[in-house]
C-alpha cells in the first residue's frame, strides 16, 4: 500500500457514498475519515456496508446532520456512533487526528465576533425557566461551542479534520487556523465548501479542502471526483 493512501478523507457525501465506496476498493486505506454532510435517510453502517470490515471508519458532523431528527438519528445512533472524531484525538493509522465537527452559529458563537454564550450551560441556565428542561435543539447541538474549541486547544495532533474551513478559504475562519497552530498539526482537511484546493495558514501548516464526493490522500491529492 503506498504509504499517502494509508488515511483517506472524504469530502461531503449529501447521500452519495459510491465514489469513497470505490476509492477503498481501489486503494485499500487503513482508514478513512468522513467530513459531514451526509444526508442520510438509512444508518450511516447500512449506506457504508459495502465498505464496513475492509477498513475503518471515523468520521465528523457537518450542519446538514442536524437538520432532522431523521438525519441526526441515522449518524449519532448509527452502528458507527463511537467512530465520531469530534473534540478529541484519535489515534489512526499511526496518526493522531483531531476532530472539529459542526459550523459556527451566529446566535451562539460566530468568530471573529466574541461568543454569545460561553457554553452549552451558560445557555441553558439563560433560558426561561419553564423551558430549561426542554432538550437543546438540533441547530444549537449542531454549533461549534467556544469553551469545547478552547479545550481542544490543550491537546496534541497531527492532522485537525473540521466541516468549517480554517483562514486559507476565502469563507474560512482564523480561529481555526489558531487552533490547529496551538495543537501543533502539521495538515488541516475540511469539507463543507464543496472545493478541492490547498492552501497554508500560520506554522506552515497545509490545508486541504475536499470537494462534496471527493476523495483526497494524505498528501492532498484527489483520488475521486465524485458525481
Given at each position: 500500500?503506498?504509504?499517502?493512501?494509508?488515511?483517506?478523507?472524504a469530502g461531503?457525501?449529501?447521500?452519495?457514498?459510491?465514489?469513497?465506496?470505490?476509492?477503498?476498493?481501489?486503494?485499500?486505506?487503513?482508514?478513512?475519515?468522513?467530513?459531514?454532510?451526509?444526508?442520510?435517510?438509512?444508518?450511516?453502517?447500512?449506506?457504508?456496508?459495502?465498505?464496513?470490515?475492509?477498513?475503518?471508519?471515523?468520521?465528523?458532523?457537518?450542519?446538514?446532520?442536524?437538520?432532522?431528527?431523521?438525519?441526526?438519528?441515522h449518524l449519532?445512533?448509527?452502528?458507527?456512533?463511537?467512530?465520531?472524531?469530534?473534540?478529541?484525538?484519535?489515534?489512526?493509522?499511526?496518526?493522531?487526528?483531531?476532530?472539529?465537527?459542526?459550523?459556527?452559529?451566529?446566535?451562539?458563537?460566530?468568530?471573529?465576533?466574541?461568543?454569545?454564550?460561553?457554553?452549552?450551560?451558560?445557555?441553558?441556565?439563560?433560558?426561561?425557566?419553564?423551558?430549561?428542561?426542554?432538550?437543546?435543539?438540533?441547530?444549537?447541538?449542531?454549533?461549534?461551542?467556544?469553551?469545547?474549541?478552547?479545550?481542544?486547544?490543550?491537546?496534541?495532533?497531527?492532522?485537525?479534520?473540521?466541516?468549517?474551513?480554517?483562514?486559507?478559504?476565502?469563507h474560512g475562519?482564523?480561529?481555526?487556523?489558531?487552533?490547529?497552530?496551538?495543537?501543533?498539526?502539521?495538515?488541516?482537511?475540511?469539507?463543507?465548501?464543496?472545493?478541492?484546493?490547498?492552501?497554508?495558514?500560520?506554522?506552515?501548516?497545509?490545508?486541504?479542502?475536499?470537494?462534496?464526493?471527493?476523495?483526497?490522500?494524505?498528501?492532498?491529492?484527489?483520488?475521486?471526483?465524485?458525481?
Amino acid at each position: 500500500m503506498n504509504p499517502q493512501n494509508k488515511v483517506l478523507f472524504a469530502g461531503d457525501p449529501h447521500g452519495n457514498f459510491k465514489p469513497l465506496i470505490a476509492a477503498v476498493h481501489k486503494y485499500k486505506p487503513e482508514a478513512v475519515v468522513l467530513l459531514g454532510d451526509y444526508d442520510l435517510d438509512i444508518p450511516l453502517e447500512v449506506c457504508l456496508q459495502e465498505i464496513v470490515g475492509l477498513t475503518q471508519i471515523w468520521w465528523i458532523a457537518g450542519n446538514h446532520d442536524f437538520e432532522t431528527p431523521s438525519k441526526h438519528k441515522h449518524l449519532f445512533d448509527s452502528a458507527l456512533a463511537d467512530k465520531g472524531l469530534h473534540l478529541k484525538v484519535t489515534e489512526i493509522a499511526g496518526l493522531r487526528i483531531a476532530g472539529l465537527g459542526g459550523i459556527f452559529l451566529g446566535r451562539v458563537w460566530y468568530p471573529p465576533q466574541q461568543p454569545k454564550w460561553r457554553g452549552k450551560q451558560h445557555y441553558l441556565h439563560n433560558q426561561p425557566v419553564n423551558s430549561r428542561h426542554m432538550a437543546m435543539s438540533l441547530k444549537y447541538k449542531g454549533a461549534i461551542w467556544h469553551d469545547e474549541f478552547e479545550a481542544l486547544k490543550t491537546l496534541r495532533a497531527d492532522i485537525l479534520v473540521t466541516h468549517e474551513a480554517p483562514g486559507s478559504h476565502r469563507h474560512g475562519f482564523d480561529v481555526i487556523s489558531e487552533l490547529a497552530a496551538a495543537m501543533g498539526v502539521k495538515n488541516i482537511f475540511h469539507g463543507h465548501l464543496h472545493e478541492n484546493y490547498a492552501g497554508m495558514v500560520k506554522n506552515n501548516i497545509k490545508v486541504v479542502g475536499v470537494a462534496d464526493r471527493a476523495v483526497a490522500d494524505l498528501m492532498g491529492n484527489t483520488l475521486m471526483n465524485g458525481s
